[in-house]
C-alpha cells in the first residue's frame, strides 16, 4: 500500500507495512505443496503473514528450502524471516501441561502463532520469553 504525502510542492511516496492474518482453517484443508504456494505468494507480494497456528516441521522446513531456490531466481527476492509464539507451560504443572497438550492436538496446534515475512522488509526477528519484536527496514 503506497501513501501520498505533499511537502514542498513535491510529492513523497511513503511505503505501506502490510499484514496478512491467516486464519489456520483457510489452509487446513490444503497438501503441504498448496498451504507453502500460498504462504510464498503473500510473501513474494512483500505481505508479513500471521498464520493462527503453527506449520509442522516438514512445511517449515519445506518453505525454507522453497525459498532459498526462489532467491537465485527473483531478482529482488532476498529471503524470509520466520518466528513461532507459542505459550510456554514448561514450569506449570503436570496437570495443566496434560490439558494443555491435549488441547493441543486437539485443535490442531492452533494456539501458536507463525509469523513470516519477507526480508527485504522484516530485518530481524527477537524473541524471548515477555515480547517480540520485529525489527523492519
Known amino acids: 500500500m503506497l501513501s501520498k504525502g505533499r511537502r514542498n510542492g513535491k510529492t513523497n511516496r511513503i511505503k505501506g507495512l502490510s499484514l496478512h492474518v491467516l486464519p489456520f482453517s483457510e489452509i487446513s484443508d490444503l497438501g503441504i505443496t498448496e498451504r507453502i504456494k500460498k504462504i510464498l505468494k503473500l510473501i513474494l507480494g512483500n505481505k508479513i503473514v500471521i498464520i493462527q497456528g503453527r506449520l509442522r516441521v516438514e512445511e517449515e522446513i519445506r518453505l525454507i528450502e522453497d ?71
Open 67 to 137: 525459498t532459498m531456490a526462489m532467491v537465485d531466481h527473483i531478482k529482488s527476492f532476498r529471503g524470509i524471516e520466520l518466528a513461532v509464539i507459542e505459550p510456554n507451560f514448561k514450569d506449570a504443572p503436570f496437570f495443566d501441561k496434560m490439558k494443555q497438550g491435549l488441547a493441543n492436538r486437539l485443535s490442531g496446534g492452533t494456539n501458536a502463532l507463525t509469523i513470516i515475512g519477507p526480508a527485504t522488509i522484516v530485518k530481524d526477528i527477537k524473541k524471548d520469553p515477555k515480547k517480540l519484536e520485529i525489527m523492519l527496514g
